[in-house]
């Protein structure tokens, strides 16, 4: 199936109300992110996407494919469906060794090029993460970062999947503009929930959340690229000071000064 358009049609807020924003289109090669205060129900609206709501759903809403209802073999058959989720929660069940893990994968995929599809995952995950997969390592092994950096990796190369769902991927050690430069390269529509400034303002918009509702959806200006620009010196700074603890390094008030000075922070 061939996806130009998906269309979030506006339900109702946790009282009950229509929400504000009645219609959001995101076209392929859009990176999204769903943002607001805990429990305002960004989770809910990934669900709503990943379940194809049909008004049959707590919130209402309705979810579109090319301003149509999704196919029932989108929804009936998993091969055939357009949307991978990558939650908060990953847990596997099978001990199998990555590289066999990703090599079934693709043979349940029909992929004609195995090795070079297994190799670009690899290569893609090991991108994103700070602790480089071992391909013989068996899933089970992994650390949470880990784990949801092949995720990722998975569903974009092997997967193919045209709409990507990301949870709060944050909270799990992956790299996160190094992530948004990677996914960018496939044409694609991503959606980020997340509470981070800097996955928010990489984005090309992002849709606000309160109470359960959609409540304005707000595109990213030159200003807030300016503001991105400098939250990504002060975050690089933080990525290098966690690999230096990582590597048991102690960390001093003039390693700190010198790095800000170096940004132009400090005189």
């Known amino acids: 199936m061939e996806i130009r358009k998906l269309t979030i049609l506006g339900g ?3 009282d009950g109300r229509p929400e504000p924003v009645r219609q959001v289109d995101l076209t392929m090669g859009r990176v999204v992110s769903i943002v607001g205060p805990t429990g305002c129900g960004k989770t809910t609206l990934i669900n709503d996407i990943e379940l194809f ?10 979810i579109l494919i090319n301003d149509e209802p999704p196919p029932e073999d989108a929804l009936l058959d998993p091969s055939r469906n357009p949307v991978a989720l990558i939650s908060q929660h990953t847990n596997f069940l099978s001990d199998l060794p990555v590289r066999t893990f990703l090599e079934t994968h693709a043979r349940v995929r029909g992929s004609a090029r195995i090795d070079p599809a297994v190799r670009e995952t690899l290569d893609f995950a090991n991108q994103l993460t700070g602790e480089p ?18 995720l990722i990796a998975d569903a974009v190369v092997i997967g193919q999947s045209p709409i990507i769902l990301l949870d709060e991927i944050e909270n799990a050690g992956i790299h996160r503009t190094r992530a948004l430069e990677l996914l960018r390269r496939y044409e694609k529509i991503f959606l980020f929930v997340t509470h981070d400034p800097r996955i928010a303002l990489l984005s090309d918009f992002r849709i606000v959340l309160r109470a359960g509702a959609m409540q304005e959806v707000i595109e990213i200006n030159d200003e807030e690229r300016k503001v991105a620009d400098e939250i990504r010196k002060l975050d690089d700074l933080l990525l290098e000071f966690r690999q230096q603890i990582r590597q048991g390094r102690r960390l001093g008030l003039g390693m700190l000064e010198e790095r800000l000075r170096a940004l132009g922070y400090l005189a």
């Not at 709501?53 to 309705?62: H, K, L, S, V």
């Open 133 to 150: 997969l071992i391909e013989s390592s068996a899933m089970t092994e992994l650390s949470g970062g880990q784990t949801r950096a092949l």
């Open 53 to 62: 709501a049909d008004d049959n759903t707590p919130t209402g809403r309705r």
């Open 12 to 14: 109702r807020g946790k």
